[in-house]
């Protein structure tokens, strides 16, 4: 009789734990609204007129992992006009309040192939040069923060960004929930 109580109470114990188990995973994933993948296939990005004026193609991505502490991001823009291609991928780290998305870009992944390099101006911005586009620099401030606002299906944030020669401005995503 012994035994079986023994058995019956690791039983149960087994039972807690998994439950607890499943209850931390639900919690670390799913509660941070921003947690997971969006996209943006078709978007357009003004180019300043300082700069030669245009529309510049954007196909964005950005990644959200609650999961870790601190929190990150990566953001993936494939950027393109007049023939010209290139890719940015910066990575960082987030905070969120009901209002506020701050964002502070890390640096870039750069392959190496493209020639393309990155640099930290004076201010503490981030900067690549996209050999892609005819060696046009970008900088992001960092930390950054906006006003935001999420769906269950949608996303749109804000960025800081200057295109070197340029006045800063705000390049606003517009972004959809990967399923």
Known sequence: MHNSTLAVSATRLCLALSAAVVALAASGCGGDKLHGTWTEPNGTIAIPDS????TLSDNATMVFDS?????TFDLKMLLGTQGLTDTLEAHGTYTETDKDLTLTFTGFVVDPMSGDTTSVASDGSQCLTLMGLGGAGVCFSTPQTHPYTVTDTGLTVAI??????????????SLTRSK
Do not use: C
Not at 51 to 54: A, I
Not at 67 to 71: E, F, L, N, W
């Open 51 to 54: 700069v030669g004026g245009g």
């Open 67 to 71: 999961t870790v502490a601190p929190q």
């Open 160 to 173: 800081d960004n200057s295109i070197v020669g340029a006045s800063p401005t705000v390049t606003s995503l």
